[in-house]
């Protein structure tokens, strides 16, 4: 009877936390503008492809995301590596500490730091301002999941390898680096999605020239609804869902 | 130098110049004067933080504490149960556990704007509660502080389930079977055995919900609109519209000290110490 009423909380909680979601995606099907259903219709996927803000957000946020998760991959494993011979205290307790601080904080941060210093640059905000504050926020994220693959591998590879005459390099590239490389590529695909899906930080360090997709989802989600959103939304559902199911998998391998 | 420093390095630099260093420049600032035309003054002074004991300033930060609070609350309470479930779930916890983090990892302004999409005045419940003719005018159910409430605890849920789960998982099920060989009932080993042993648990998983409730700048603006507002909001404020940097600094320093101060007694108290 007790365990009964449990599953039955579990299944109430877990609707919770999936039937907002689901209801937005039905209702980008829907062919009215209002939450009145009046019948099946793709018109919304059309407006939404079709839209050119969207499309230059969904450019400038591609654009911002790839190179953003490649330089926090590469930095972020080189970190974990670094620790992974011997720990890094400050650098680690940092990276924690970024992990906590208020996005907000980050942002206004950021921002006060990029001002100043254009007081002696000749330069202004713009999509490069954004990949590097979406690199910093990325970088703890990929140190966390490539240590926890680290910790899980045998010190003495390594070794073995630079007892057979391999160089420390060598021994990182041919032996450790092909190891924990399902690890960095989740990693990757982890930074991808957060970078891809950052609207606080972004929406303070981005310039005229580089709004995001984001950026215009919150801007047409404040002006009122419109099932465009609805369409957009189901669409980044369904890209993230994949993503992360891909890096999930890459993880526990 | 060695390889090991060279692995560090690009980290290290990249933290320092745009994580660091940063925090840094808003720590100046927060002690300097607001310029004419924004950006910032000398002379040093401490009017920023003097302003912040402004009953009007004291009231949104009692009300982001309130609202964190709470929100944290209801974590515990509809988390602890979830997390208990899928531990004792057998084969299938690993899909129940999915099936939490999955929403947890779509994108934050998704999830947030599907509850927009269903409390607004035009909203899927105000829909269906006129059509069924329970209402006459639609329900004020957004803009406010339940909406805010109900979205931090729609986000952050997952952070509690995730310690909690860990914990109870790691719990010797001896404890309980013998409490209940001892003729204890259910519900009596659950709050004299469980409860108290996985108290750790329950503590990280509050904290790591609290310190990103406490920050939130995205789910107050969208779901309270101007209403509901937050220490992250009045920092949004003094930066754009406001204009007030030093203002500004000083609110973030208070915020990021608030959760600084949370992240290191959650890693090195001696009961949270191995959670995270």
């Known amino acids: ?45 059309s407006a939404a492809l079709s839209d050119p803000q969207l499309a230059e957000g969904l450019l400038n946020s591609v654009i911002i995301a790839i190179v953003a998760s490649v330089l926090a991959t590469v930095i972020g494993t080189m970190a974990a590596y670094g620790m992974w011979k011997r720990s890094a205290r400050v650098l680690e307790g940092g990276m924690l500490l970024s992990l906590v601080t208020p996005e907000i904080v980050t942002g206004v941060s950021l921002l006060a730091l990029f001002q100043w210093a254009f007081r002696f640059l000749h330069l202004h905000l713009g999509m490069y301002t954004v990949i590097i504050a979406h690199v910093a926020f990325s970088i703890a994220y990929v140190m966390i999941v490539v240590s926890a693959r680290l910790r899980g591998l045998d010190r003495s590879l390594e070794e073995a390898a630079m007892d057979l005459g391999a160089g420390p390099w060598r021994a990182f590239f041919r ?36 709004e995001t997709l984001p950026m215009v989802i919150y801007a047409m989600a404040r002006r009122g609804v419109s099932p465009i959103v609805n369409a957009v939304s189901a669409l980044i559902l369904v890209l993230f869902g994949a993503l992360i199911v891909l890096a999930e998998r890459l993880r526990e391998q | 130098m060695k390889l090991r420093s060279w692995f560090l390095l690009p980290a290290r630099v990249w933290m320092a110049l745009f994580f660091a260093a940063p925090l840094a420049i808003i720590g100046a600032y927060s002690f300097l004067t607001r310029g004419d035309y924004g950006g910032v003054e000398y002379p040093w002074t401490i009017e920023s933080y003097a302003r912040l004991a402004d009953p009007l300033y004291l009231a949104i930060l009692w009300r982001s504490l309130w609202i964190a ?81 109900l979205g931090l605890v729609y986000s952050f849920l997952p952070f509690f389930v995730l310690p909690m789960y860990a914990t109870l998982e790691r719990l010797d099920p001896a404890l309980a079977e013998a409490a209940a060989d001892l003729g204890a009932p259910p519900w009596r080993t659950l709050w004299r055995v469980v409860i108290p042993v996985s108290k750790p648990g329950i503590i990280a998983g509050a904290v790591l919900v609290f310190i990103p409730c406490l920050g939130a700048y995205l789910t107050p603006d969208l779901l309270g609109g101007g209403k509901s507002v937050m220490l992250g909001n009045l920092v949004q404020n003094q930066f754009t519209t406001a204009r007030d940097w030093p203002f500004g600094s000083a609110a973030s320093l208070v915020l990021m000290l608030a959760s600084a101060i949370l992240l290191v007694l959650l890693t090195t108290r001696r009961e949270t110490k191995g959670l995270l």
């Open chain 2, 69 to 149: 609070g709470l929100s944290t609350a209801i974590c515990v309470a509809m988390g602890f149960p979830l997390a208990l479930f899928i531990s004792r779930a057998g084969k299938r916890k690993n899909l129940y556990l999915q099936l939490v983090l999955l929403p947890f990892w779509t994108s934050f302004l998704v999830r947030t704007y599907a509850w927009l999409f269903i409390l607004r005045d035009t909203g899927l419940i105000n829909t269906i509660l006129s059509a069924l003719h329970i209402i006459k005018s639609p329900l004020p159910l957004l803009y406010n502080d339940g909406a805010v409430l």
């Open chain 1, 175 to 210: 032996v450790t680096l092909p190891g924990i490389l399902p690890a960095v590529i989740a990693a990757a695909l982890l930074a991808l999605v957060v970078s891809f899906d950052d609207y606080v930080i972004t929406s303070l360090v981005a310039g005229v020239d580089s």
């Open chain 1, 1 to 45: 009877m007790k365990k009964r009423a449990l599953g039955i909380y579990a299944a109430l909680a877990l609707v919770f936390l999936h039937l907002p979601l689901a209801v937005l995606v039905v209702f980008s099907f829907n062919q009215g503008r209002f939450t009145v259903w009046e019948g099946l219709s793709l018109h919304w996927y």
